[in-house]
């Protein structure tokens, strides 16, 4: 699916099928006119270059290299030999699996497969009933799971119905409008605002070209681009001359001649890895695939016993070894299946009631045994909302901003006295705000940007101080528009209280700023600039730099050599207000916090600390870092590691293999096409609906409706539930079943009459797999259990602790009903009433018995004794349908029942309420244990317990 979904955007950035003009023209061409093109240039062959590569060469050379004229572009056989070299500027994506396939591929879990045996030696055995209702539940689960992930994948494939572009491109001396299907090696294209860039290009003209990269790099600033070779080659967010597939362009224009295409471009990588990723299974598939063996092998040994009991007292092998496959059978838990779906269902439901959708069932049990979560920064752990938060003026006052968006909500005080400030209350903040203002180009409309992050960050800024008027008193002359070769922008305006006298604002990168100026402000005088206050400056730009702001420089003057320094502006994309308690509370219950970004080292350490995440004692890992290792070196120091910088998908994709290497189970948040590859290999991966692109949607298994990452604590809290709550499943009905077999088996092995009759067996039957065990499924999740570690996704389902509470439990059923059978059977002679104070027996002992495995380790009354209402209704409806079974006549004929006295059924009661006492004082006693261990621990370390 990722692989379509990437076809769909790589339609929408311009490698998309041709119209059908085109096609027709297109079609006609075969590969024998293809030999007979004549082609009147070099025979050197033609090679793609890497964005890496083409960065840093010279463009005279890389032009001859690729035999390509800037200004009349390509001859049209040109093109064709080139096309049949590299072939079209698309992606090749397999066709997609057919329906029925995917749904005969849900068949293939061990579990589903051992129901479908058994369902197979019911019928030859006979067992009707029991092979329908298998059958029934194989088909329940199987649809139930395979719709769900049918229809989740349908609801993503529905975000990538876009319109498919062209492109501009020089063809033999004209500018042609064509397809960008079409487009090969050395081809010349042309960009504008709103146009997206059809393949990976090397600019030769940018006139004031800003491009988003944030769909490949992730980050939200728009990249300035220019024309010169860079010294040396970087990371892909330093590429500043070269234009990415697929990026859309903001501001200006400019021309490029084509480096990669297809599946040879930034994107094609990107598509390449998606490909050959698998997304491995979940945790609990594993598991279940292990029940599944584990419930076999317990099947093939009941069938043994039996044999080996019919051969010790003479009895015929083949007799015995029907009974033990018939036994089997009842022993295989078919409502396992069925309760798993119901329970990854709801599960699913109610994460879609906190804005989480889930894809497929199993992921949403992941979480509950994820130890690591790398989460992406731009977007997911921040706002994605560009936000001053510090001034600093020229004159050294100091102020700090509050409150987040593009929106006027917050204020500015001066620090450290914490005065409120408002418009010109203080001059020096004034004019720095003021100056920010009146040099920008952006708007704010009803919370709304329109323009640059960094200009909607300036106006918000007003809005806050009371100066989102301030354009009123100025009447704009001429603008000087930003470049990346002056690094400054600057507007001519006029007061309209003055207008012969003309003023500039400026704004920019220090070192371009401070050369147009020759004085600084002080409280409003300029003052004349010395030596000294630059190097002041200086070390005030580099120390809000290093607090990882993106640090604007703010000047104002009547003429463009002679500017009044104002001081310093602070922007950063601040955390989200939700973080910080998130990624605590996930640092709290073992979950390690991981940042992967793109960004620059200061901010990303920056964000890292204000939310948490990141502390001295944690290394920060680079790119270029990354580059100079295999996934062996890296798997030795990335737990080790708190945050990644200036990262590529392919590092990405390190970084998680390198982490499972190490037995960790990876959540992967992210929201660009640079994360799909990493969302995939992820154990699970998390997308951001709103900001996340298709690609990063369809790779992931989980989608963040409100791009929040503290939905992820409710997930988590979710999957641990679910897991419980299935084992708590698991515990109730193996301990019935083993409890029901060992009195039959008991019963053959001393040749005793058998203590229930077959219809009251295939009421148990009901019991055991039917609503009181399917109620323990949709147990409410416990509170407390986001605090409990992560579980080891080496432990099974069925583990040591569980099986000695299944057999505690079955022991106990066993021995109490024994007794009863013995007690109701004085001469060795059966009659109704023994069979019905067993069977009633039995079942009573099942109610409670059910009742304490709500909980594993909890009591019952702590818990909440009618918090699962479902629980409460089918076990009353059990019990109302014994009495019936009991009391009814006709029923009394169907099950060969008597009515029992009330001392009967108060004496039935008290015994069966063992079960539930002794598992109580159990988990008493086990709760005194791990405390005490704790405490034990804690006094160790010199650590008090919580």
Known sequence: ????????????????????????????????????????????????????????????????????????????????????????????????????????????????????????????????????????????????????????????????????????????????????????????????????????????????????????????????????????????????????????????????????????????????????????????????????????????????????????????????????????????????????????????????????????????????????????????????????????????????VSGTGYNGKGDVHLLPSGELVKAFSNVSIGKLVEAGYLCNNAAINEDTLIGQPTEGALIALAMKMGLDQAEQNYMRKKEYPFSSEKKWMAVKCVHKSQEMEEIYFMKGAYEAVIQYCSKYNNSGMPVPLTPQQRALYVQQQAKLGEDGLRVLTLAVGCELGELTFLGFIGIIDPPRTEVRAAVQMLQNSGVAVKMVTGDSMATAISIGRSIGLYNDDMAVMSGEQLDQMNIEDLSHLVMKVGIFFRTSPKHKQNIVKALQSNNAVVGMTGDGVNDAVALKSADIGIAMRGTGSDVSKEAAGMILVDDDFSSILSAVEEGKGIFYNIKNFVWFQLSTSISALSLIVLSTAFNMPNPLNPMQILWINIIMDGPPAQSLGVEPVDKDVIKLPPRNIKDSILNKGLLIKILFSAVIIMSGTLFVYWKELPEGKISTRTTTMTFTCFVFFDMFNALSCRSQTKSIFEIGLFRNRVFIYTVLGSLLGQMAVVYFPPLQRVFKTEALGALDLLFLVALASSVFFALELWKLIERIWLSATARKKSQNFGVHPC
């Open 1 to 400: 699916m990722a692989q379509r979904a990437f076809l769909s955007l790589f339609q929408k950035v311009s490698l998309v099928f041709a119209r059908r003009k085109y096609q027709q023209v297109l079609e006609g061409e075969t590969d024998t006119e293809l030999q007979e093109v004549e082609v009147n240039t070099k025979k050197e062959p033609i090679l793609s270059v890497s964005s890496k590569e083409a960065s840093t060469r010279q463009l005279d050379e890389l032009i001859s290299d690729l035999q390509a004229d800037l200004e009349n572009g390509l001859a049209d056989g040109q093109i064709l030999e080139r096309r049949r070299q590299f072939g079209w500027n698309d992606f090749e994506v397999d066709k997609p699996e057919p329906i029925w396939k995917k749904y005969l591929g849900q068949f293939k879990d061990p579990l589903i497969l051992l129901l479908l045996a058994s369902a197979v030696i019911s019928v030859i055995t006979n067992e009707i009933e029991d092979a329908v209702s298998i059958t029934v539940a194989i088909v329940i689960v199987v649809t139930v799971a395979f719709v769900q992930e049918y229809h989740s994948e349908k609801s993503v494939q529905e975000l990538g119905k876009l319109i498919p572009p062209e492109c501009n491109c020089v063809r033999e001396g004209k500018v042609e409008h064509l397809p960008a299907r079409e487009l090969v090696l050395g081809d010349t294209v042309c960009i504008s605002i709103g146009d997206r860039v059809p393949a990976d290009i090397r600019l030769f003209e940018a006139v004031d070209l800003l491009i988003d990269e944030s769909s490949y790099t992730g980050e939200s600033e728009a990249s300035n681009k220019s024309t010169a070779s860079l010294p040396e080659s970087g990371d892909t967010t330093s590429f500043q001359n070269i234009a990415f597939m697929g990026t859309l362009v903001q501001y200006g224009k400019g021309k490029g001649i084509v480096i990669a295409t297809g599946e040879n471009s930034e994107f094609g990588e990107v598509f390449k890895m998606m490909q050959t990723e698998k997304a491995p299974k979940t945790p609990l598939q594993k598991s279940m695939d292990k029940l599944g063996k584990q419930l076999s092998l317990f099947s093939f040994s009941i069938i043994g016993l039996m044999m080996l009991i019919g051969w010790l007292q003479g009895k015929s092998l083949l007799g015995m070894f029907t009974i033990g496959v018939s036994l089997a059978v009842a022993a295989i838990p078919e409502g396992l299946p069925i309760v798993v779906t119901v329970t990854l269902a709801l599960g699913v439901i109610r994460m879609s009631k906190k804005r989480v959708i889930v894809k497929k069932l199993p992921v949403v049990e992941t979480l509950g045994c994820c130890n690591v979560i790398c989460s992406d920064k731009t977007g997911t752990l921040t706002a994605n909302q560009m936000t001053v938060t510090r001034l600093l003026a020229s004159d050294g006052t100091r102020a700090e």
